[in-house]
């Protein structure tokens, strides 16, 4: 083959790599034009809208522009995030009569201005997808806002109740696209009352968080279905009450929290509890978990209790109720039975594994007139 024949051939077969070449970069040229422009249209579209009840009680009334429920006109649309504000209406019980909205950004729902006592919204209607967190902003005032509806979770979502504030969910808690947990932070309270499918952990950040069904892991209940429940955060201690029937769990419950923070569980329902499930203590730093309550049947926490990596673990009994415990346990700290009645099912010298753990010091009553019983 010439030489001239030859590099007509190289030229025309190398034709094609670069007409490829200049289609593909093309396409992609494309491609990142049209996924800028649909997150512009999203960051357009996505607003923080707030409540004015200026016609009924419906999220969707009136015409969009020209006089809505919402301050400046407008309906929410999916990736809104909606404000209620105590200050800016008399419409407090409201209905989604939306299907299928998605509501997003960081906090999806906030109620704000909570300085009114004893007022709150409560929000009823259709499921919402809750494509961000839940909080509320008022730092006086006692309130209760109640959310009627369904939750539908597309990410693990935090549930903010500031002090003076208790946020109920007597709605169902569902997940959809993966496994996603439920996270109760601020010093307020919140109370799950609905049969919930979640099946992530539930974490008690700070707190309260009422519940009143529990039932083994996948089995759905007040705690959705998950295998786990967080305790405490930082230095911060995190507080799950029960107010149920009688019921047991085999799911784990962790002091969570790097630093001093614990965990109290209290038992003020009807029947007793049952913990069978694992217990650990995250962290190096020295802690303090907590059984309370009312309750006066037997309750048992089976699960051997643990000091952290680098601290000692302390046991409190307080309430007037009774508490068993019943695992071989480790902790170092002391074992103090402030009020109410603690049955150990083992005791042993210090440094020996027993029910009343392995520390050096027993704590009977608090105070002045609180009496503890030791059995």
């Known amino acids: 083959m010439s030489a001239k024949t030859s590099a007509q051939h190289s030229a025309t077969s190398s034709f094609p790599l670069q007409f490829q070449t200049h289609r593909s970069l093309s396409l992609r040229r494309k491609l990142k034009v049209f996924l800028s422009l649909a997150i512009l249209s999203h960051s357009v579209h996505a607003a923080t809208l707030t409540w004015s009840g200026d016609l009924d009680n419906t999220w969707l009334s009136g015409t ?41 950004g960081t906090n999806a729902i906030a109620f704000t201005n ?11 209607g259709n499921a919402v997808i809750l494509g961000g967190n839940i909080i509320s902003s008022g730092v006086t005032g006692t309130h209760t806002h109640t959310l009627s509806l369904n939750l539908i979770l597309n990410g693990s979502r935090t549930i903010n109740a500031v002090t003076g504030t208790t946020i109920v969910i007597d709605g169902s808690i569902s997940e959809t696209g993966g496994t996603y947990g439920f996270i109760k932070s601020g010093a307020g309270a919140t109370m799950l009352t609905g049969i919930n499918t979640f099946t992530g ?20 209940s007040s705690l959705g279905s998950g295998t786990t429940v967080n305790l405490g955060s930082a230095a911060q201690a995190g ?8 019921s047991s769990t085999n799911r784990a419950v962790v002091l969570a929290s790097s630093g001093t923070g614990g965990g109290t569980i209290t038992n003020n329902g009807s029947g007793a509890l049952v913990f069978a499930g694992a217990f650990s203590n995250s962290g190096s730093a020295a802690k303090t978990f907590t059984l309370g309550g009312s309750n006066t049947d037997i309750n048992d926490f089976q699960c051997p209790l643990v000091d952290s990596s680098g601290g000692a673990l302390s046991f409190v009994k307080t309430g007037t109720g009774a508490w068993t415990l019943s695992g071989a ?7 103090s039975v402030n009020q109410g009645t ?24 608090s105070g002045t007139t609180a009496a503890g019983t030791l059995i």
């Open 342 to 365: 603690l049955t150990l099912a083992s005791i042993a010298d210090s440094g020996i594994n027993s029910a009343g753990g392995a520390g050096g010091i027993i704590n009977i009553g």
């Open 64 to 104: 969009s522009g020209a006089d809505t429920n919402w301050v400046g006109n407008t309906v929410p649309s999916n990736g809104d995030s909606l404000v209620f504000d105590l200050t800016s209406t008399s419409n407090f019980t409201l209905a989604n009569n939306f299907t299928a909205l998605k509501l997003g």
């Open 239 to 246: 507080t799950l009450i029960y107010t149920g029937a009688a």
């Open 201 to 220: 952990a539930v974490s008690v950040n700070q707190g309260s968080l009422t519940i009143n069904s529990m039932a083994d892991s996948a089995s759905a």
């Open 329 to 335: 346990s480790s902790f170092t700290g002391a074992l």
């Open 114 to 124: 909570d300085t009114l006592t004893g007022t709150g919204f409560t929000l009823t």
